[in-house]
């Protein structure tokens, strides 16, 4: 079974119902965090940091997930100062979602607006707080320095040093994209592979004179097509990095982004299309759509509702309306 849908917003003790601006603020930054119920609050990071300043009497939300080893999904919302000066030993790459995020980083301090990528190393010093009254949101992935060299060493061919992206705030749409990804999908393990892969290229193209060697665009046609036939049999279920690894004979990131080259898209899209194409199979048979969503693989209906419309553009029950013709 997939990971469960979770939305979560958490005010602190200073929000309340005279502080209606900053409730107005937080609402347009609501969160749905997609995790599996036992990831919540796991913020090795700085995740740590941020859930102490839920404490204040400035107030906030958190949210946050790990849908898999060495890959963290944290989202928030906070007005005034949000945390003190601390540091945390991943990469941190994010996304200002609403107001004026303002922190201080490398001795200068740093203003990212809405739809601006922020990127800080790993074992870095910064704090945070808010640069306008109506507070700030955002959404930020951490990655386990071990788990971006493993991508790096397939983008490049090679081994190589972390990228150090030296503008911290940015509008690379390269990274944006990967980041809103992220939150759109469940965090099984096969999107969180592709992930790490999205990230490595973004942050060698936001890094001044590195660029992925010719030696990564190598395809092994016949590992991908293995990998696939794979996740044919296996549609209706989580799959595990490891099984395709197994299976495919490549490393998690050398078959995600090979998979990509060769197809159009990554290992994880595609077992999550042919999800889709059996829960249209089972809408035609006039099935319950609580029913599909069950036998298809998703969470629960609200979770397969979500990902057929993104898919589609259509939700299911009106999918199935339309296929009904019209009614006398």
């Given at each position: 079974?997939?990971?469960?849908?979770?939305?979560?917003?958490?005010?602190?003790?200073?929000?309340?119902?005279?502080?209606?601006?900053?409730?107005?603020?937080?609402?347009?930054?609501?969160?749905?965090?997609?995790?599996?119920?036992?990831?919540?609050?796991?913020?090795?990071?700085?995740?740590?940091?941020?859930?102490?300043?839920?404490?204040?009497?400035?107030?906030?939300?958190?949210a946050?997930?790990?849908?898999?080893?060495?890959?963290?999904?944290?989202?928030?919302?906070?007005?005034?100062?949000a945390y003190?000066r601390?540091?945390?030993?991943?990469?941190?790459?994010?996304?200002?979602?609403?107001g004026?995020?303002v922190?201080?980083?490398?001795?200068?301090?740093?203003?990212?607006?809405?739809?601006?990528?922020?990127?800080?190393?790993?074992?870095?010093?910064?704090?945070?707080?808010?640069?306008?009254?109506d507070?700030?949101?955002?959404?930020?992935?951490?990655?386990?320095?071990?788990?971006?060299?493993?991508?790096?060493?397939?983008?490049?061919?090679?081994?190589?040093?972390?990228?150090?992206?030296?503008?911290?705030v940015?509008?690379?749409a390269?990274?944006?994209?990967?980041l809103?990804?992220?939150?759109?999908?469940?965090?099984?393990?096969?999107?969180?592979?592709?992930?790490?892969?999205?990230l490595?290229?973004?942050?060698?193209?936001a890094?001044?004179g590195?660029?992925?060697?010719?030696?990564?665009?190598?395809?092994?046609?016949?590992?991908?097509?293995?990998?696939?036939?794979?996740?044919?049999?296996?549609?209706?279920?989580?799959?595990?990095?490891t099984?395709?690894?197994?299976?495919?004979?490549?490393?998690?990131?050398?078959?995600?982004?090979?998979?990509?080259?060769?197809?159009g898209?990554?290992?994880?899209?595609?077992?999550?299309?042919?999800?889709?194409?059996?829960?249209?199979?089972?809408?035609?048979?006039?099935?319950?759509?609580?029913?599909?969503?069950?036998?298809?693989?998703?969470?629960d209906?609200?979770?397969?509702?979500?990902?057929?419309?993104?898919?589609?553009?259509?939700?299911?029950?009106?999918?199935?309306?339309?296929?009904?013709?019209?009614?006398?």
């Amino acid at each position: 079974m997939a990971p469960a849908a979770v939305t979560m917003t958490l005010l602190g003790p200073g929000v309340t119902a005279a502080t209606t601006a900053k409730r107005r603020n937080a609402k347009s930054c609501s969160v749905v965090v997609l995790c599996s119920p036992v990831a919540l609050k796991e913020t090795r990071s700085g995740g740590q940091g941020l859930e102490r300043s839920c404490g204040d009497a400035l107030g906030g939300w958190i949210a946050s997930a790990r849908p898999a080893d060495g890959v963290e999904l944290f989202r928030a919302w906070f007005s005034g100062r949000a945390y003190a000066r601390h540091r945390h030993d991943t990469y941190a790459i994010g996304l200002t979602d609403c107001g004026v995020q303002v922190f201080d980083y490398r001795g200068a301090a740093r203003v990212s607006l809405p739809g601006q990528v922020v990127v800080l190393y790993p074992d870095e010093a910064h704090d945070g707080r808010a640069g306008a009254a109506d507070g700030f949101g955002y959404r930020i992935v951490y990655v386990e320095p071990a788990q971006l060299a493993d991508a790096l060493r397939t983008v490049l061919g090679r081994p190589g040093p972390l990228p150090f992206v030296r503008e911290p705030v940015s509008t690379s749409a390269r990274l944006g994209r990967a980041l809103d990804a992220a939150f759109r999908l469940p965090p099984e393990p096969l999107a969180a592979d592709s992930l790490v892969v999205e990230l490595a290229d973004g942050l060698l193209a936001a890094e001044s004179g590195r660029e992925p060697s010719g030696a990564s665009h190598r395809v092994d046609a016949t590992a991908v097509e293995r990998a696939r036939r794979f996740l044919d049999a296996e549609r209706t279920r989580v799959v595990h990095s490891t099984e395709l690894e197994r299976v495919s004979g490549l490393s998690r990131y050398d078959l995600a982004r090979q998979f990509r080259a060769l197809l159009g898209t990554s290992p994880y899209r595609y077992l999550l299309m042919r999800r889709l194409d059996l829960a249209r199979e089972l809408i035609h048979g006039r099935r319950a759509l609580a029913e599909v969503a069950c036998e298809a693989g998703f969470a629960d209906q609200a979770h397969f509702t979500r990902v057929f419309k993104a898919a589609f553009g259509l939700t299911p029950a009106r999918y199935r309306a339309l296929r009904a013709g019209p009614r006398v």
